[in-house]
Nanobody, 124 residues
């Protein structure tokens, strides 16, 4: 059974930084595309970015480009979302998600495995 467990969320002031972790068990992260998505209550879940296992390429939604970075540590079987220059509009529950194959990376249905989510709150 594959499990994803996020950690690292919290309250931060605008302009601050946070790093979220996504610990994976039951499957080697080396063969998984690792994505981060976020959701504000009442809104649809929004794609944030993805790190593809094949080639290690990354892709980010425009609103976080240059501020967010996805990385992973295969030895720890953990993915990370490093966030800098945080803005109040980044406030959301952040989810990590994974799949061995992803065609349309912004669609929730592409991902086989999900974490439980971690709250990030950015105060102004």
């Amino acid at each position: 059974q594959v499990q994803l467990v996020e950690s690292g969320g919290g309250l931060v002031q605008a302009g601050g930084s946070l790093t979220l972790s996504c610990a994976v068990s039951g499957r080697a992260i080396s063969g998984l595309n690792m994505a981060w998505l976020r959701q504000v209550p009442g809104n649809e879940r929004e794609f944030v970015g993805i790190l593809r296992w094949n080639g290690g390429t990354t892709f980010y939604t425009d609103s976080v480009k240059g501020r967010f970075t996805i990385s992973k540590d295969n030895a720890k079987n953990t993915a990370y979302l490093q966030m800098i220059s945080l803005k109040p509009e980044d406030t959301a529950v952040y989810y990590c998600a994974a799949a061995s194959r992803v065609w349309s990376q912004s669609r929730d249905s592409e991902y086989d495995f999900w974490g439980q989510g971690t709250q990030v709150t950015v105060s102004s």
